[in-house]
């Protein structure tokens, strides 16, 4: 899969509402991707997932939860960028989502949002680019980019300790660096701090 091309780019929908489906998938393909929709769980589940760079997910689908998707995307190594778009987020929910998607967007979204989305969910993925650019505004040595990077591409801990050859206790403590250096709180505060990053220097 190659990750951060965006022409062309393959995004996957798994939104249950038609009418919404109808106007995202004719905007995204208006902008240059190639959208495929599912409306349920079992749809989206019958799809080849690592052929996708994008996922755009719902929660509450008819047949299950958005998350029974969002954990057999976690699973892929690297895993696809992943924005949760839902009008239904509670405390505890957000916090079960941290680390396992890229960002939570609330409903409603406009046409331009869900371009502009995309377009910085591929942008994150693209070596050399925004990322670096965040990296070096931050201050992050090349090891910590490394750690950054690597978990941007949907690598877990185990992954990442491997791909670098070091302990996951090590990894920890790049992450508390790389959380202190960016002021964040979390990883997904990471991912977070990154699309505003992208929006202020774009």
């Known amino acids: 899969m190659r990750h951060g091309s965006v022409l062309g780019a393959r995004v996957l929908l798994i939104e249950d509402e038609r009418a ?7 905007t995204l393909r208006a902008a240059g991707f190639e959208v495929t929709a599912a409306a349920t769980v079992a749809e989206a589940e019958a799809l080849a997932l ?4 994008v996922v755009l997910l719902d929660l509450v689908l008819p047949d299950g939860d958005g998350e029974q998707v969002l954990a057999r995307l ?16 509670d405390s505890e929910r957000a916090a079960r989502l941290c680390g396992q998607c890229d960002t939570v967007v609330p409903k409603p979204v406009s046409r331009a949002t869900v371009i502009g989305l995309v377009q910085r ?5 693209r070596p050399g680019s925004l990322l670096a650019a965040f990296c070096r505004f931050h201050g992050l040595s090349p090891r910590e980019t490394e750690v950054l990077t690597a978990s941007l591409n949907g ?9 670098l050859d070091c302990q996951p206790g090590t990894l920890k403590t ?25 929006a202020l220097t774009g």
Not at 75 to 85: D, F
């Open 20 to 26: 919404l489906t109808r106007v995202w998938c004719r």
């Open 50 to 53: 690592d052929s996708f760079q």
């Open 74 to 89: 976690g699973r892929l190594h690297p895993r696809p960028a992943v924005a949760v778009i839902t009008g239904h987020l």
């Open 121 to 125: 969910l591929l942008e994150l993925r």
């Open 155 to 163: 690598h877990d801990v185990a992954a990442i300790a491997a791909e």
């Open 174 to 198: 790049y992450w508390q660096r790389i959380l202190k250096k960016t002021g964040c709180e979390t990883q997904r505060d990471v991912t977070a701090a990154l699309l505003r990053f992208d």
